[in-house]
Each structure stands twice: as structure tokens, then as C-alpha cells.
């Protein structure tokens, strides 16, 4: 857990992770809160929670749990798309009070699932080859998977930019015909008008 | 993402050392940088370990932020100001805390979503060599091949989606940015045209008696 970053206390901050669909994803997290006396931030803070609120790409509310100043959360997405993973403390102190911070130490992994370190150490030739292939073909199931998911989101990419072609065509044309036909009309009433005043 | 942290079983004086060195970390987070914003990481690095910083703005404006990366005694190892997408690998010189910044604070009202990659330290080995007697079988060689091949294919992946989602992100801006544009000439044209029209025909209304001097 090596990788950290500050926050307020009441502030929510957010990654976006975007995932194809069944896929599964691992998150650790370490939560201090910053002392004023000592000037550091404290190593555990019994009664400091953390909510942890994943959202889909479609706006349902996937995982939304509180834990505690250290733990771990997973989830697998159902749908592909950018997933929301926001973190919250439940500090109701006012921030306002000796600018006191959050520092967040956050590990996050997507599509794996870990070796058994145990299968490992077994100092069995066979079984530890056995298990790394395992490991290499779960990796490149992830990849598949992946791939599959970029040729969707590929699709969709080509299909905006030929809308946009189609759009700046349709109304270049639109353009051209409403110019016509409003020269047309501001000749023909012009006329029209003087015609009226006798002044033609 | 291959294994960390899996190694065959170490004698303890050798464990430290290990540890120190060998402890391979990558974080990569994507994240969204409000406008005149600034969102600062930290990391514990020991002395001697290569690491890699890597970052990408996907969405926002013109795609572009600042970056900066300093050591524990606060010197700037790595400073950039709007860079799109760059890649800047160190050796730490010292132990201690190092800290790299994201700023967007020269965009008054754009907000930005960066990706970035923080990779520590090299990986640890597949296959051990400590208490080797023998050297790697057929088996564990190819699969050290395969390792490092897929390592290559997940690292190209991601770099083929974080440019596809950039480039998609400016198709879609591209797309409304043309139908609102051309929606609004359409109407300015209308508009202006009538209106030419009517204040024409309003000119010659009011002056009747002029009008009828000068055709006289």
C-alpha cells in the first residue's frame, strides 16, 4: 500500500476505472487522519470509516459500504464502461477545524486474480509451472476480454465521427437552400414593396 | 498484470535485501482533475530503485496538463507545463518520500481526466534463481517468454485504449461543437435576413414625403 494522496475530511474524492463486463476488481485502502498536536498523521484511527461507493456506467449504485480505516473492497462489473469509485470518510467533524486532512493509501487491481502463494512455495516443480501457466492464461483471458471491449467502444467512436460527417454535410446543404430561397424572397418582396410606393 | 511479491522460498539474509529491491509496485489511477485544480501523490521509494512515471489526459479542453515530480529534499526531477502525454523514468537517489503534482489550474473552466502510471522497481523474477541447482527447464523458460510477452501486450493495450478514448472524447466534442454551430447560423441567417427586410421596408415607409420628392 505505497501510493497515497491527501483530502479534506468531508471531501469525496473519485477514480474512474473503465472495464469491460465481468471483470473483477480488487481494491486496498489505508485511511489516516492527520493529528494537530503531533503534527502527523496518526497510525490508526479507531473510529474513522471510509464509505466506498462504486457506481456503473449506467448510474446504478453497485457497492456502497462503509469500512474501516483499513480494508479491502471487490467488485465485477456487469456491464462494460467507466465505473465510478468514490471514497468518503464518515468524519461528521467540521473540516473547518485546524485544516485537517485525510491521507488515503490506495491499491487498486483490475482483472486479477492472485496466485495462491502457498500452491507456490509448495517446492513442487510440477505444481508451481502448473500454476504460473494457470496465472498466464487468466492474463490472457483479461486481454480477450479487453480487446472485445475496445472493438465496442471502436464502434462506437466510427459511428460519431460519421454522424458528424453526415451533419456537416446536411447542414451545408440546409445552409445553401434556406440562403437561396431567402434571396429569392427578400428580392422578390423588395420589389414587391417599391412596386407598392411607386417608386419603380 | 503479472504477479508481485511471489518468489520461491529465500534464505532470511537475503530477505531484506529482497524486499528493498525487488518490491515491484505499479499504481495506475484515472482520475478527474477539477478546473483550477491540483491533485498531488506520494510515494515511499528506496534508494537505487528505477521507477517509471507515465501519465495521459483523456478528456478536457485541449487535452493537455502540467506536471511536476519531486524528491524527499523537494529538488524538481521532472517538470513539464501543458503536456498531453509523456513518460519519464528515475532512479531514486536517496530513501524517502517523492511527490508528483497534476496541475490544472491554468484552465479556467475546462476539467480534466488524467491517467497516470506509477511503476516502482523492476519485477520480480518468475522462476528464482537463489536456490537453484539446475538451470530453468524448457517449461519455465517459455513460460518467462510468455510473461514478458504478455507484459508487453497489456502495456500496448492500454496504451491503444487511453488514445482511443482520447480520440473519442474529441469526435464527441467535434460532433455537438458542429450542431450547435451550425443550428445557430442557421438561425442568425433566418434572422438577419427578415430583419434586413423589414428594416429596408421601414426606411422608406417613414419618409413618404422625401420618397415622393425624389421621384418627382
Known amino acids: 500500500l505505497a501510493l497515497y494522496f491527501h483530502i479534506g475530511e468531508r471531501e469525496e474524492k473519485c477514480i474512474i476505472e473503465d472495464l469491460p463486463s465481468d471483470t473483477l476488481v480488487v481494491g486496498n485502502y489505508k485511511v489516516q487522519r492527520w493529528d494537530i498536536r503531533t503534527h502527523d498523521f496518526l497510525e490508526s484511527a479507531p473510529g474513522l470509516g471510509m464509505f466506498v461507493t462504486v457506481t456503473t456506467p449506467s448510474g446504478e449504485v453497485l457497492l456502497s459500504k462503509l469500512y474501516g480505516p483499513q480494508g479491502t473492497f471487490s467488485f465485477t462489473s456487469y456491464l462494460s464502461g467507466e465505473h465510478i469509485i468514490c471514497f468518503q470518510s464518515n468524519s461528521t467533524r467540521f473540516a473547518v477545524i485546524a485544516g485537517s486532512k485525510l491521507r488515503i493509501h490506495l491499491d487498486i487491481r483490475v482483472g486479477e486474480h492472485f496466485l495462491d502463494e502457498s500452491a507456490i512455495q509448495a517446492k513442487d516443480k510440477v505444481n508451481e509451472v502448473n500454476v504460473r501457466l494457470e496465472h498466464l492464461i487468466e492474463q490472457i483471458h483479461h486481454v480477450t476480454k479487453e480487446q472485445d471491449y475496445e472493438r465496442e467502444r471502436e464502434e462506437k467512436f466510427r459511428k460519431t465521427s460519421e454522424e458528424t460527417n453526415s451533419n456537416i454535410l446536411w447542414w451545408a446543404v440546409v445552409q445553401t437552400l434556406i440562403l437561396i430561397s431567402i434571396g429569392i424572397w427578400q428580392i422578390k418582396s423588395l420589389r414587391d414593396f417599391f412596386i407598392s410606393k411607386k417608386l419603380v | ?216
Open chain 2, 1 to 216: 498484470m503479472p504477479p508481485r511479491g511471489s518468489r520461491g522460498p529465500l534464505p532470511p539474509l537475503l530477505l531484506l535485501w529482497a524486499l528493498a529491491a525487488c518490491a515491484a509496485r505499479a499504481s495506475e489511477i484515472t482520475f478527474e482533475l477539477p478546473d483550477n485544480a491540483k491533485q498531488c501523490f506520494y510515494e515511499e521509494i528506496a534508494q537505487g530503485t528505477k521507477c517509471t512515471l507515465e501519465f495521459q489526459v483523456i478528456t478536457g479542453g485541449h487535452y493537455d496538463v502540467d506536471c511536476r515530480l519531486e524528491d524527499p529534499d523537494g529538488a524538481v526531477l521532472y517538470k513539464e507545463m501543458k503536456k498531453q502525454y509523456d513518460s519519464f523514468t528515475f532512479t531514486a537517489s536517496r530513501n524517502g518520500t517523492y511527490k508528483f503534482c497534476f496541475s490544472n489550474e491554468f484552465s479556467t473552466f475546462t476539467h480534466k481526466t488524467v491517467y497516470f502510471d506509477f511503476q516502482v522497481g523492476e519485477d520480480p523474477p518468475l522462476f528464482p534463481s537463489e536456490n537453484r541447482v539446475t538451470a530453468l527447464t524448457q517449461m519455465e523458460s517459455a513460460c518467462v517468454s510468455i510473461h514478458e510477452a504478455l507484459k508487453s501486450v497489456i502495456d500496448y493495450q492500454t496504451h491503444f485504449r487511453l488514445r482511443e478514448a482520447q480520440g473519442r472524447s474529441r469526435a464527441e466534442d467535434l460532433n455537438t461543437r458542429v450542431a450547435y454551430w451550425s443550428i445557430g447560423e442557421a438561425i442568425i441567417l433566418l434572422v438577419v435576413s427578415i430583419g434586413q427586410v423589414f428594416l429596408l421596408k421601414s426606411f422608406f415607409s417613414d419618409k413618404r414625403s422625401t420618397a415622393t420628392r425624389v421621384g418627382s
